[in-house]
């Protein structure tokens, strides 16, 4: 397998798309959808724009939807839920769809829909999306970071970093030398940013420019504090038509 890691999706080709695609916005799009997940919603739907989501949202009979969205960290006004992990409990989301759209995770779901495997990966779920792949066995994988609305972001990099990790790890049934870095360095960066950080990951995240973001806008320590746990979930997106992600 040939791994290439993009620190933001206007950072991936726009040819020759990857047998596999991984998306990760750790802070907070693909941890809310891996807790959504775990916690019985029915899917999530991702949307690159409020007009699409709308549109869709109001096809779906409501008792059975929830629109979730923010936008530079805040909820946006008139949606049921905002983009916390700790939101998504059982109780709300059980059974329903939500309908999603975020700064700049939903984005980059957008930017690889048409990938022949797309899931979606936290530092919650990592080990559990690597089990997938080396199951899965894809030739190209391409890992795709959210960024900041274009930018570099440093927590992407870092769970990039992780499932790598995981990749590489004997233990994991697949002899090292079966994954390659595809001579990617930004990939054999980030998993040197993992190395570095692997056991003070919420220090990582609030080192941040979006974790510091995140301090400032309001008491988000719960909600680092969740998406910096490592492996606490088994739920693995995966898209099952395109933008629509379930439990696999």
């Known amino acids: 397998m040939r791994l290439s ?6 950072r ?38 409020l007009a ?13 939807r929830l629109r979730a969205g923010e936008r530079g960290g805040q ?7 905002g983009n916390s992990p700790l939101a998504v409990t059982p109780e709300v989301v059980n059974g329903r769809r939500i309908f999603m759209s975020t700064t ?13 495997l797309l899931f979606t990966c936290a530092l919650a779920n990592r080990s559990a999306v690597a089990a997938r792949l080396l199951s899965e066995q894809p030739k190209t994988i391409w890992v795709v970071g959210s ?7 440093l927590e992407d990099s870092l769970a990039a970093g992780a499932l790598i990790e995981a ?22 960066a980030a998993h040197a940013l993992w190395l570095q950080w692997q056991s003070q990951p919420e220090q990582a995240l609030r080192l941040a420019s979006h974790g510091q973001r995140l ?11 969740c998406c910096a746990s490592v492996d606490t979930l088994t739920v693995v997106p995966q898209q099952c038509e395109p933008g629509v992600l379930q439990s696999s």
């Open 5 to 10: 890691y993009f620190h933001s999706p206007d």
């Open 12 to 49: 991936v080709p726009g040819e020759g798309m990857g047998d596999a695609a991984v998306v990760i916005d750790v802070l907070r799009a693909t941890t809310t959808m891996a807790w959504a997940l775990h916690n019985g919603a029915e899917a999530v739907q991702a949307f690159a724009d």
């Open 52 to 64: 699409s989501l709308d549109a869709a949202a109001d096809s779906w009979p409501a008792e059975r």
């Open 75 to 81: 909820k946006l006004d008139g949606f049921d839920l």
């Open 104 to 116: 700049n995770g939903t984005r980059a779901l957008d930017r690889v829909q048409s990938a022949p």
């Open 147 to 153: 960024g900041w609305e274009g930018a570099y972001s």
């Open 167 to 188: 990749l590489l790890r004997p233990a994991a049934g697949v002899a090292m030398e079966l994954v390659q870095l595809a001579g990617n360095d930004e990939a054999a």
């Open 215 to 225: 301090q400032r806008l309001g008491d988000h320590d719960a909600d680092l504090a």
